[in-house]
T-cell receptor, first 114, second 111 residues
Framework: DTGVSQDPRHKITKRGQNVTFRCDPISEHNRLYWYRQTLGQGPEFLTYFQNEAQLEKSRLLSDRFSAERPKGSFSTLEIQRTEQGDSAMYLC????????????FGPGTRLLVL | AQSVAQPEDQVNVAEGNPLTVKCTYSVSGNPYLFWYVQYPNRGLQFLLKYITGDNLVKGSYGFEAEFNKSQTSFHLKKPSALVSDSALYFCAVRGGFKTIFGAGTRLFVKA
């Protein structure tokens, strides 16, 4: 399978706990994106990596959120001290860059904070 | 700043009839436009994109989209709808590295 994969697919946690999500992009893609999608809305941009460099972060990404892509391959998104408002679908996408780039999305991780 | 509007929350169409899902955009510079489809509890699947060239873009599963620069629109179309087309459709515009998505339009195709 050469698609984008995400793990876990579902996560239920209690408020105040930390959670970490993983994204494995398409192997030859050097760009990786994280989005958050809440019910009834389109995906909202969170952050973007070019290889291992995090080049942009949205204002949506509070200090409790951190993302890494240590070797320019897989990426992790960590949320510390989760709040109920963090409940959402977290989507990862990857692309090969360039003017005609197309982002390909993973299946997402659905987070529920109780 | 770029933005995307999908004016219809929901579109209902009978199987076999043509369908249109509307999208208008605002972007400085050349627009790079995309349509994605999302099935329940799944990520987004790429359907088609407009970068440059012909205003009519053909994509996956028989879908096509018409780019209209004067009306700043990029409507998604299909000549004959299938029940299996029922899903959530997102229009998106890219400016630089950032892609902005619309709120989505839910398509119901009735048998």
């Amino acid at each position: 399978d050469t698609g984008v994969s995400q793990d876990p697919r579902h996560k239920i946690t209690k408020r105040g706990q930390n959670v970490t999500f993983r994204c494995d992009p398409i192997s030859e893609h050097n760009r990786l994106y994280w989005y958050r999608q809440t019910l009834g809305q389109g995906p909202e941009f969170l952050t973007y990596f070019q290889n291992e460099a995090q080049l942009e972060k949205s204002r949506l990404l509070s200090d409790r959120f951190s993302a890494e892509r240590p070797k320019g391959s897989f990426s992790t998104l960590e949320i510390q001290r989760t709040e109920q408002g963090d409940s959402a679908m977290y989507l990862c996408a990857s692309s090969s860059g360039g003017r005609e780039e197309t982002q390909y999305f993973g299946p997402g991780t659905r987070l529920l904070v109780l | 700043a770029q933005s995307v509007a999908q004016p219809e929350d929901q579109v209902n169409v009978a199987e076999g009839n043509p369908l249109t899902v509307k999208c208008t955009y605002s972007v400085s510079g050349n627009p790079y436009l995309f349509w994605y489809v999302q099935y329940p509890n799944r990520g987004l699947q790429f359907l088609l994109k407009y970068i440059t060239g012909d205003n009519l873009v053909k994509g996956s599963y028989g879908f096509e989209a018409e780019f209209n620069k004067s009306q700043t629109s990029f409507h998604l179309k299909k000549p004959s709808a299938l029940v299996s087309d029922s899903a959530l459709y997102f229009c998106a515009v890219r400016g630089g590295f950032k892609t902005i998505f619309g709120a989505g339009t839910r398509l119901f195709v009735k048998a």
